[in-house]
T-cell receptor, first 113, second 114 residues
Framework: AQSVSQHNHHVILSEAASLELGCNYS??????LFWYVQYPGQHLQLLLK??????LVKGIKGFEAEFIKSKFSFNLRKPSVQWSDTAEYFCAVTPYGNNRLAFGKGNQVVVIP | SAVISQKPSRDICQRGTSLTIQCQVD?????MFWYRQQPGQSLTLIAT?????????ESGFVIDKFPISRPNLTFSTLTVSNMSPEDSSIYLC???????????FGPGTRLTVL
């Protein structure tokens, strides 16, 4: 079964700082990759996804992620965060053609105004 | 995207009782799933709800404890049976148009078992 690792569970940074959240997965085959976000008091929302093609994926709210197959990684980035980016971020992976998502433990990100 | 609702949004239950959680989608979807998020943990897939047949359970989850129904393409229920405090979690429903598409999540049901 696939597994997903996210490090630095708690991240605190100031507005305008850059954010990078690491995600590594263990699965030898083709995968679909996702980042989900959960804002305080809201339900889980899709931030971006990678199925195939350009390994640099752009999502909503200025986020992007890069798939590096050789490193089994799908790191999330945002060049300049805002207070409204305070949320929990989850990386998830599923084998190609199989919707059974495996989630990482999440990153709790707090942006200080 | 899809609009997903869950009932109840939260509940407090006594040990040994059962609770049925409902998931309703605003349009027909091929795939429906149930997840659990225990306190301080990530989401764990419980099962895939199959329309017209028995659900497909993940390792560590069994039908006697988590019976699931899916009578049509827009509705599913998850029952948490014979509850214990260890079942205190958020239970989430998710849907996908098909195997090649992303999942959308419902708001979750926060269950506390005393």
């Amino acid at each position: 079964a696939q597994s997903v690792s996210q490090h630095n569970h708690h991240v605190i940074l100031s507005e305008a700082a850059s954010l990078e959240l690491g995600c590594n997965y263990s699965y030898g085959g083709t995968v679909n990759l996702f980042w989900y976000v959960q804002y305080p008091g809201q339900h889980l929302q899709l931030l971006l996804k990678y199925f195939s093609g350009d390994p640099l994926v752009k999502g909503i709210k200025g986020f992007e992620a890069e798939f590096i197959k050789s490193k089994f990684s799908f790191n999330l980035r945002k060049p300049s965060v805002q207070w409204s980016d305070t949320a929990e971020y989850f990386c998830a992976v599923t084998p190609y053609g199989n919707n059974r998502l495996a989630f990482g433990k999440g990153n709790q990100v707090v942006v200080i105004p | 995207s899809a609009v997903i609702s869950q009932k109840p949004s939260r509940d407090i239950c006594q040990r040994g009782t059962s609770l049925t959680i409902q998931c309703q989608v605003d349009s027909q979807v091929t795939m429906m799933f149930w997840y659990r998020q225990q306190p301080g943990q990530s989401l764990t897939l419980i099962a895939t709800a199959n329309q017209g047949s028995e659900a497909t359970y993940e390792s560590g989850f069994v039908i006697d404890k988590f019976p699931i129904s899916r009578p049509n393409l827009t509705f599913s229920t998850l029952t948490v049976s014979n509850m214990s405090p260890e079942d205190s979690s958020i239970y989430l429903c998710s849907v996908a148009r098909d195997r090649e598409n992303e999942q959308f999540f419902g708001p979750g049901t926060r269950l506390t078992v005393l």
